[in-house]
């Protein structure tokens, strides 16, 4: 079988490195997450995943991130069944199969190349659509207010450290005028660990490079008042059973040493 070439930007290369977490994931004795699609996406690239090998850490932590966001998604969608789901910077995400409640309006938004890949190994449907565009562009906004709900749930994982704090800014005051009463879940990591992002054990493969860090992510609140922080989840909030598989150094450190307990977290804020 002819497998799938890739030429993707030096940032959009890295949505290679969650799909080849979520791949890897299955063959645990009791995996974070299961999922099959990734497995196949994964065996019909033309791709070095091998170097990935090593980065145990990357590969336990981004199918933790991915759980706490299903999770999240779930939540809304609890509450609005019918409601519109936005995946800023989709990549080669999987979240619509892990949680498509049957009801649930999708939007996956990416940058062209990113898409077009995309394009090769999911299907639009009448309740999921692609957008080609930036995060940062606002005429997609059209797209998603199309379907008539306005309170949506959008989600950034792995996304907003690639941009720079102003465009991170921007990008939630777009939201917020737009899109009032809407859930924004995404992560976000200190500055500490933007300035040593040379040691991170699967980005240090790729040539893409973190940019924008907060010491505290109650700290968005001063760039305005209306944003209402729902849940915040680190390190050490994270089931202790999935955390037996870091090393004991790396579970004290982040566990219990102050500079390192906020150097990553997850976020569900309610926009206004």
Same mark, same amino acid.
């Given at each position: 079988? +002819?497998k799938t070439k890739v030429n993707l930007?030096v940032i959009?290369?890295t949505?290679?490195?969650?799909? =080849?977490?979520?791949?890897t994931e299955?063959?645990?004795?009791e995996?974070i997450i299961v999922?099959?699609?990734?497995?196949?996406?994964l065996?019909?690239?033309d791709y070095d995943?091998?170097?990935?090998?090593?980065?145990?850490?990357?590969?336990? %932590?981004?199918?933790?991130r991915g759980?706490?966001?299903?999770k =999240?998604v779930? +939540?809304?969608l609890e509450?609005y069944?019918?409601?519109?789901?936005?995946?800023?910077?989709a %990549?080669? /995400?999987? &979240?619509f199969?892990r949680?498509?409640n %049957?009801?649930v309006?999708w939007f996956?938004?990416d940058?062209p190349?990113a898409?077009?890949?995309?394009?090769?190994?999911f299907?639009e449907?009448?309740?999921r659509?692609?957008?080609?565009? $930036?995060c940062?562009?606002?005429?997609?906004?059209?797209c998603?207010?199309?379907i008539?709900?306005q309170r949506?749930?959008?989600v950034?994982?792995?996304?907003l450290?690639y941009?720079?704090?102003?465009?991170v800014?921007?990008?939630f005051?777009?939201?917020?005028q737009?899109?009032?009463?809407?859930?924004?879940?995404f992560?976000?990591m200190?500055?500490?660990?933007v *300035?040593n992002?040379k040691r991170?054990d699967?980005?240090?493969? +790729? $040539?893409?490079k973190?940019? =924008? %860090?907060?010491s505290?992510?109650?700290k968005?609140k001063n760039?305005d $008042?209306?944003?209402q922080?729902l849940?915040?989840? &680190?390190?050490?909030?994270?089931p *202790?059973k999935?955390?037996?598989?870091f $090393?004991?150094i /790396? &579970?004290?450190l982040f566990?219990?040493?102050?500079?390192?307990?906020n150097?990553y &977290?997850l976020a569900?804020?309610q926009?206004g």
């Amino acid at each position: 079988m +002819t497998k799938t070439k890739v030429n993707l930007g030096v940032i959009q290369e890295t949505l290679l490195i969650t799909l =080849w977490a979520r791949a890897t994931e299955i063959k645990q004795p009791e995996p974070i997450i299961v999922d099959p699609k990734s497995v196949k996406i994964l065996e019909a690239i033309d791709y070095d995943f091998a170097k990935f090998a090593t980065a145990k850490n990357s590969q336990t %932590g981004t199918c933790l991130r991915g759980m706490i966001l299903d999770k =999240w998604v779930r +939540t809304y969608l609890e509450k609005y069944p019918q409601g519109t789901v936005v995946e800023i910077g989709a %990549g080669l /995400n999987t &979240r619509f199969e892990r949680v498509d409640n %049957g009801q649930v309006r999708w939007f996956d938004l990416d940058l062209p190349d990113a898409m077009q890949l995309r394009q090769q190994f999911f299907p639009e449907t009448e309740r999921r659509h692609f957008i080609t565009a $930036s995060c940062l562009d606002t005429d997609w906004f059209e797209c998603v207010k199309a379907i008539g709900v306005q309170r949506c749930m959008f989600v950034a994982e792995g996304v907003l450290m690639y941009l720079n704090e102003k465009q991170v800014q921007q990008l939630f005051a777009n939201l917020l005028q737009e899109f009032p009463g809407s859930w924004f879940a995404f992560d976000s990591m200190s500055p500490l660990m933007v *300035k040593n992002q040379k040691r991170h054990d699967s980005l240090k493969y +790729t $040539s893409a490079k973190f940019d =924008w %860090g907060i010491s505290d992510i109650q700290k968005i609140k001063n760039w305005d $008042s209306r944003y209402q922080i729902l849940e915040v989840c &680190r390190f050490s909030d994270l089931p *202790k059973k999935y955390l037996k598989r870091f $090393s004991l150094i /790396n &579970r004290f450190l982040f566990s219990y040493i102050p500079p390192l307990v906020n150097m990553y &977290r997850l976020a569900l804020v309610q926009l206004g």
